[in-house]
T-cell receptor, first 113, second 115 residues
Framework: SQQGEEDPQALSIQEGENATMNCSYKTSINNLQWYRQNSGRGLVHLILIRSNEREKHSGRLRVTLDTSKKSSSLLITASRAADTASYFC?????????????FGGGTRVLVKP | EAGVTQFPSHSVIEKGQTVTLRCDPISGHDNLYWYRRVMGKEIKFLLHFVKESKQDESGMPNNRFLAERTGGTYSTLKVQPAELEDSGVYFC?????????????FGPGTRLTVT
C-alpha cells in the first residue's frame, strides 16, 4: 500500500457542515503537508505541520498530527461551496534524499449549497 | 510575485512523437521538482533539481524521459518517444530551501494526452 493513504476517498456534505478527512503514512517524516486541487487547476498549498507539532490552525482549517499512529487529519469548519475540491496529504520522509513529497490518493470533497 | 508557471497547459500527441514540457519556477527558488499523476493513480515524484544539478532522479520512470535545467532557471521535461501510459498531468513545483520544512509551490500542471 501507499505512503500517504487518505480516508475517505470521497465526501459529500451540506454547506455549513464540517468536513474531516484522514491521512495515514508509513515512514518517519520531517513534515506533512495538505494541498487542495480544484477541478482542472494546480495544487494549492494549505498547511504544513512539522513532525514535532501536534496541531495547527489556519483560518477554517485545523490539522492534527499523531506521529505515534502515523496519521493526520484535516478538518474544514463551516464548509462553503467553494471548498469543493480534492484534498491531498503529502509527506516529506525523514530518511529520503532531498525533500521529495509522497502523496496520498486524495479525498474528493463535494460541498452542496 | 508570479507563481510557478507551466507550458503548455495541455498537449495532445500521437504515440511515438516527442513532447517537451516547460516549467518556470518562482524567481529565486533554487529547488525545482517534477511530479506526475497518471490516470487513477497517486501524484508521483519524478525528480528534483537544486539549481542546475539533479539532486534526486529516483522517480524517473525510464530513459524516455529527460529533464534539464540549464542555467538553473527554467526546466524542461522531454518525453521521447511518448507512449500511451505517459498520459497524465505533469506538475512542477519549486521551493526556496530544502533545509527542513519549506513548502513546495506547485504550478497548474500540463495535461499530456498520448493517443
Amino acid at each position: 500500500s501507499q505512503q500517504g493513504e487518505e480516508d475517505p476517498q470521497a465526501l459529500s456534505i451540506q454547506e455549513g457542515e464540517n468536513a474531516t478527512m484522514n491521512c495515514s503514512y508509513k515512514t518517519s517524516i520531517n513534515n506533512l503537508q495538505w494541498y487542495r486541487q480544484n477541478s482542472g487547476r494546480g495544487l494549492v498549498h494549505l498547511i504544513l505541520i512539522r513532525s514535532n507539532e501536534r496541531e495547527k490552525h489556519s483560518g477554517r482549517l485545523r490539522v492534527t498530527l499523531d506521529t505515534s499512529k502515523k496519521s493526520s487529519s484535516l478538518l474544514i469548519t463551516a464548509s462553503r461551496a467553494a471548498d469543493t475540491a480534492s484534498y491531498f496529504c503529502a509527506t516529506e520522509e525523514a530518511e529520503a534524499a532531498g525533500n521529495k513529497l509522497t502523496f496520498g490518493g486524495g479525498t474528493r470533497v463535494l460541498v452542496k449549497p | 510575485e508570479a507563481g510557478v508557471t507551466q507550458f503548455p497547459s495541455h498537449s495532445v500527441i500521437e504515440k511515438g512523437q516527442t513532447v517537451t514540457l516547460r516549467c518556470d519556477p518562482i524567481s529565486g527558488h533554487d529547488n525545482l521538482y517534477w511530479y506526475r499523476r497518471v490516470m487513477g493513480k497517486e501524484i508521483k515524484f519524478l525528480l528534483h533539481f537544486v539549481k542546475e544539478s539533479k539532486q534526486d532522479e529516483s522517480g524517473m520512470p525510464n530513459n524516455r524521459f529527460l529533464a534539464e535545467r540549464t542555467g538553473g532557471t527554467y526546466s524542461t521535461l522531454k518525453v521521447q518517444p511518448a507512449e500511451l501510459e505517459d498520459s497524465g498531468v505533469y506538475f512542477c513545483a519549486s521551493s526556496q530551501e530544502t533545509s527542513g520544512n519549506y513548502e513546495q509551490y506547485f504550478g497548474p500542471g500540463t495535461r499530456l494526452t498520448v493517443t
